[in-house]
């Protein structure tokens, strides 16, 4: 077994893979209403060697965890089976997903073996949730939630951003529609990662904004449990059993715990989220490396993380890549 450590000591054990850079949402922070070229067929990865990949990450480099994101993992025809062949190997399986056509594949992916499902929902107004998505779907997310839960693909985590002047007013809201139906609520502060390269610190809604609005209706208070290198820090709320969680990656970086590998729907390794480099592994599998070889490759990709994603360093640049190609 060979750690997928960094020189800081860190090491990754949580593998997120993107199954695809395609989405059926056009969210204002992620992407242009127009959309984005998507990859090509051939560049992307297929689902054996997409599996041969995660099988590598699982069996040589300790990975115990395997999160499945997009763009829009949903959109992948062979989630189901990909999620049935990862989850025989022993790992604990997630989806990142918007929840449009969950309704109708909740009971196949759990039967799959999938643990857990992650929902992005920004708002429960119609009408708010039409203009950051571009979509009128509020309720087909909502019946998706409502089939995870009723799945057993618990607990159902709902990821919420706030974007100033336009749901920021709706923390309170989120929070005690989520606490009523029993889905775990995470605020995420916005991120540098939209197609369009508009992200302006300034304009950001950050933590302590994010607990102002939520405490003019609720007491917040430390949950008890260390974060450990979870990326939310948890709260009860009104002194429990409900929590809320805050995801401060700008103002509050976790980086120095931060146990997370990448790899893109086009096979290649990201050792952060922010990361302006790539390892490449696709064209090494399909030239034929050994399975010992990738792994060999993977390792010396993870070597090289930097310390923090330096977002507050003035020499910071965005990543090319928009968080729809890179994965969640």
Request: charged share 25%.
């Amino acid at each position: 077994m060979l750690p997928l450590a960094d020189r800081f000591g860190r090491v990754a054990t949580d593998l997120r893979v993107s199954l695809t850079d395609r989405c059926n949402l056009r969210c204002s922070y992620c992407m242009p209403a127009e959309g984005l070229d998507w990859l090509p067929d051939e560049q992307t990865l297929s689902d054996d060697e997409i599996v041969r990949l995660i099988t590598i990450a699982v069996t040589r480099l300790g990975v115990t965890e395997v999160r499945f994101t997009g763009g829009e993992p949903l959109v992948r025809r062979g989630l189901v089976d990909i999620v049935r062949r990862t989850s025989g190997l022993g790992v604990e399986t997630s989806v990142t997903t918007n929840a449009l056509g969950l309704q109708r594949t909740a009971v196949a992916l759990r039967d799959a073996g999938l643990d857990r499902i992650n929902v992005s929902l920004d708002s429960i107004r119609p009408e708010t949730f039409a203009e950051i998505t571009r979509r009128d779907r509020l309720r087909d997310v909502i019946a998706g939630l409502a089939a995870a839960k009723d799945a057993g693909l618990g607990p159902v985590k709902i990821n919420a951003v706030l974007l100033r002047g336009v749901n920021d007013d709706q923390a309170p809201e989120l929070l005690r529609w989520s606490l009523e139906h029993d889905y775990h609520l995470r605020f995420i502060e916005q991120m540098p990662l939209d197609a369009q390269h508009g992200w302006h610190r300034d304009q950001m809604i950050t933590a302590d904004e994010i607990f102002d609005r939520l405490s003019t209706e609720f007491t917040l208070t430390p949950h008890g449990v260390p974060r450990g290198s979870a990326p939310a820090e948890l709260f009860d709320v009104d002194g429990g059993p409900g929590t809320v969680g805050v995801i401060a990656s700008v103002t509050r970086p976790f980086c120095g715990d931060c146990d997370r590998v990448r790899l893109t729907a086009d096979g290649q390794v990201r050792n952060c989220l922010f990361a302006r480099e790539e390892s490449d592994l696709r064209t090494a599998m399909r030239a034929g490396a050994t399975d010992a070889e990738l792994a060999d490759r993977w390792v010396i990709a993870m070597a090289g993380k930097r310390a923090g994603h330096g977002i507050d360093d003035p020499s910071f640049l965005q990543p090319d890549r928009p968080m729809s190609a890179i994965g969640g």
